[in-house]
């Protein structure tokens, strides 16, 4: 995707709203895969971060008309999506809070040794690996909903602190500063407890059968293997696109962006081309 002036994604809003699909799947597909990652990251779990974002991409169709280019128009479906996940209440785990203090006692009291061969004649490495991008990423459900966001935003996305101030209705140096606080906390954590990203003993492998018991993975729907990696450097492009941000250096490797799942493209894919956009497009 060619970096878009503001007049340009203007006009390709007023192109969308006026009825145009081609130029609303356009603005669709530019976002969407930045839309899931956010609310993977957010949600915690494949399927809530699926309904999600389906959620936040049709709130953005049914919206877009508000849209004037007062801002990036990536930075307008942030907003959006942020304000959307940080009031969602239907995900696993906001009916199952975590912390740090839990998952900490977990690692370090689990009665790994005691469960039986779970595998289900899939590889051990292959489970590992899924446990350990499982792992990671419920580790961010420690935090709270506006934490996790800024480290989420500040780490993932790089996002400069200015917008990130305005997406989270803070100054950009509250943002910088409580962003440094959390990646200190997530690192001090990983180091402490970690044997795959930090210091600690705990080692993904040796975790596999209690994960599939405590059903924290499941054999026969591995979520993280089965779905498509994509770079950093292309997450960053696509982000890039549509609007200048300036990078935050620090990197966490367990944050990893994938494509948006195919059967969340299809259903976006069906809803563009249904009669009911004509109705959104009205509302």
Known sequence: MNKKTNEELQALVDKAT??????????????????????????????DAEDA??????????????????????????????????????????QYPLSFEYYGD??????????????????????AEELK??????????????????????????????????????????????????????????EQYCGEYGGGRCKCKDRVNYAIQNHRINPKQLDYTAAEEISVQTMMDVKNAMEDIDDLSQDFSFCKPYQSPERTKHLIQEFLKSTQLSIVQKS
């Open 18 to 47: 006026a009825g145009d699909k081609e130029a609303l799947e356009t603005l669709v597909t530019g976002v969407q895969d930045i839309v899931f990652n956010l609310s993977l990251r957010m949600l915690g779990t494949f399927p």
């Open 106 to 127: 977990d690692i370090e009291n689990g009665k790994i040794q005691d469960v039986p061969d779970l595998t289900q004649n899939v590889e051990k490495d292959i489970l």
């Open 133 to 190: 991008m499982s792992c990671t990423n419920v580790m961010l459900q420690c935090l709270d909903t506006e934490s996790r966001c800024i480290f989420i935003l500040g780490t993932m996305f790089k996002i400069d602190s200015r917008i990130a101030g305005d997406i989270l209705e803070m100054t950009p140096e509250a943002y910088r500063q409580r962003l440094s606080r959390i990646r200190r906390k997530m690192a001090d954590f990983l």
């Open 53 to 94: 974002t389906q959620d936040i991409l049709l709130k953005m169709i049914t919206h877009l008309s508000s849209f004037r280019g007062d801002s990036s128009f990536t930075t307008w479906v942030f907003s959006i999506a942020v304000n959307h996940l940080k009031n969602y209440k239907k995900h696993m785990f906001a």
